[in-house]
Protein backbone atom coordinates (compact mmCIF):
# COMPACT_ATOMS: atom_id res chain seq x y z
CA UNK A 1 0.00 0.00 0.00
CA UNK A 2 1.24 3.44 -0.55
CA UNK A 3 -0.09 6.55 1.12
CA UNK A 4 0.03 10.10 -1.07
CA UNK A 5 0.63 14.31 0.44
CA UNK A 6 0.37 16.54 -2.12
CA UNK A 7 1.28 20.26 -1.73
CA UNK A 8 2.08 22.95 -4.15
CA UNK A 9 -1.08 24.29 -4.68
CA UNK A 10 -1.93 27.65 -3.82
CA UNK A 11 -3.41 31.08 -5.65
CA UNK A 12 -1.68 32.45 -8.71
CA UNK A 13 -2.06 34.70 -11.21
CA UNK A 14 -3.19 33.84 -14.75
CA UNK A 15 -0.48 33.46 -16.94
CA UNK A 16 2.26 32.01 -14.17
CA UNK A 17 3.07 28.67 -12.84
CA UNK A 18 3.07 26.32 -10.32
CA UNK A 19 4.28 22.82 -9.50
CA UNK A 20 2.77 20.46 -7.61
CA UNK A 21 3.99 17.42 -5.64
CA UNK A 22 3.47 14.24 -4.38
CA UNK A 23 5.22 12.70 -1.80
CA UNK A 24 4.71 8.59 -1.52
CA UNK A 25 5.29 6.89 1.26
CA UNK A 26 6.62 3.33 1.01
CA UNK A 27 9.89 1.51 -0.25
CA UNK A 28 8.07 0.23 -3.19
CA UNK A 29 7.80 4.15 -4.87
CA UNK A 30 9.42 2.87 -8.02
CA UNK A 31 6.75 0.04 -8.79
CA UNK A 32 3.91 2.39 -8.87
CA UNK A 33 2.65 4.03 -12.16
CA UNK A 34 1.48 7.76 -10.85
CA UNK A 35 -1.07 9.54 -12.09
CA UNK A 36 -2.41 13.80 -11.83
CA UNK A 37 -5.97 13.88 -12.19
CA UNK A 38 -8.11 17.37 -10.96
CA UNK A 39 -11.77 17.83 -9.92
CA UNK A 40 -14.48 20.83 -10.41
CA UNK A 41 -17.10 21.36 -7.75
CA UNK A 42 -19.81 18.86 -8.90
CA UNK A 43 -18.23 17.09 -11.62
CA UNK A 44 -15.84 13.80 -11.70
CA UNK A 45 -12.17 13.89 -11.37
CA UNK A 46 -10.49 14.96 -14.73
CA UNK A 47 -7.47 13.35 -16.28
CA UNK A 48 -4.36 15.06 -16.21
CA UNK A 49 -0.99 12.86 -17.11
CA UNK A 50 0.26 9.94 -16.27
CA UNK A 51 4.04 8.44 -15.56
CA UNK A 52 5.22 5.06 -16.03
CA UNK A 53 7.53 3.14 -13.15
CA UNK A 54 10.21 3.99 -14.16
CA UNK A 55 9.30 7.61 -15.69
CA UNK A 56 10.30 6.70 -19.87
CA UNK A 57 6.64 7.27 -20.49
CA UNK A 58 4.05 9.76 -20.00
CA UNK A 59 0.50 10.63 -21.71
CA UNK A 60 -1.02 13.58 -21.03
CA UNK A 61 -4.79 14.84 -21.66
CA UNK A 62 -4.94 15.87 -24.92
CA UNK A 63 -5.86 19.64 -24.01
CA UNK A 64 -3.34 19.83 -21.24
CA UNK A 65 -0.01 18.64 -23.49
CA UNK A 66 1.82 21.32 -24.10
CA UNK A 67 1.09 23.43 -20.42
CA UNK A 68 1.36 21.02 -18.23
CA UNK A 69 4.12 18.52 -17.37
CA UNK A 70 4.73 15.30 -15.32
CA UNK A 71 7.65 13.77 -13.69
CA UNK A 72 9.04 11.75 -10.90
CA UNK A 73 11.89 11.06 -8.72
CA UNK A 74 12.07 7.37 -7.45
CA UNK A 75 14.86 8.39 -5.55
CA UNK A 76 12.78 10.66 -3.57
CA UNK A 77 9.47 8.83 -3.74
CA UNK A 78 8.01 12.32 -5.37
CA UNK A 79 6.08 12.97 -8.37
CA UNK A 80 5.33 16.36 -9.98
CA UNK A 81 3.33 18.38 -11.93
CA UNK A 82 4.78 21.75 -13.40
CA UNK A 83 1.64 23.75 -14.90
CA UNK A 84 2.53 27.08 -16.68
CA UNK A 85 0.63 29.28 -18.85
CA UNK A 86 -2.42 28.56 -16.34
CA UNK A 87 -6.04 29.90 -16.55
CA UNK A 88 -8.56 30.93 -14.57
CA UNK A 89 -10.30 27.57 -16.12
CA UNK A 90 -7.67 25.34 -14.20
CA UNK A 91 -9.17 26.20 -11.32
CA UNK A 92 -9.61 23.09 -9.54
CA UNK A 93 -8.76 20.61 -6.52
CA UNK A 94 -5.91 18.47 -7.85
CA UNK A 95 -5.11 15.41 -6.61
CA UNK A 96 -2.06 12.57 -7.49
CA UNK A 97 -3.03 8.79 -7.63
CA UNK A 98 -0.96 5.45 -8.14
CA UNK A 99 -1.19 2.30 -9.37
CA UNK A 100 0.26 -0.66 -10.30
CA UNK A 101 -1.31 -0.51 -13.59
CA UNK A 102 -0.74 2.13 -16.37
CA UNK A 103 -3.79 4.13 -16.79
CA UNK A 104 -5.85 6.98 -17.99
CA UNK A 105 -9.06 6.36 -15.88
CA UNK A 106 -9.50 7.59 -12.21
CA UNK A 107 -10.67 3.54 -11.65
CA UNK A 108 -7.31 2.82 -12.49
CA UNK A 109 -5.79 3.97 -9.69
CA UNK A 110 -6.56 2.68 -6.13
CA UNK A 111 -4.38 5.41 -3.97
CA UNK A 112 -4.84 8.74 -4.38
CA UNK A 113 -4.07 11.89 -2.19
CA UNK A 114 -5.91 14.22 -0.22
CA UNK A 115 -5.67 17.00 -3.21
CA UNK A 116 -4.67 20.36 -3.13
CA UNK A 117 -6.36 23.93 -4.33
CA UNK A 118 -5.30 25.64 -7.19
CA UNK A 119 -7.00 28.66 -7.83
CA UNK A 120 -6.02 31.05 -10.97
CA UNK A 121 -6.83 34.53 -11.43
CA UNK A 122 -8.12 36.62 -14.23
Known amino acids: QVQLVESGGGLVQAGGSLRLSCAAS????????MAWFRQYPGKEREFIAC????????RYSYSLKGRFTISRDNARNTVYLQMNSLKPEDTAVYYC???????????????WGQGTQVTVSS
Open 26 to 33: GRTFSSYA
Open 51 to 58: ISWSGDST
Open 97 to 111: AASKEYGLRGTDYPY
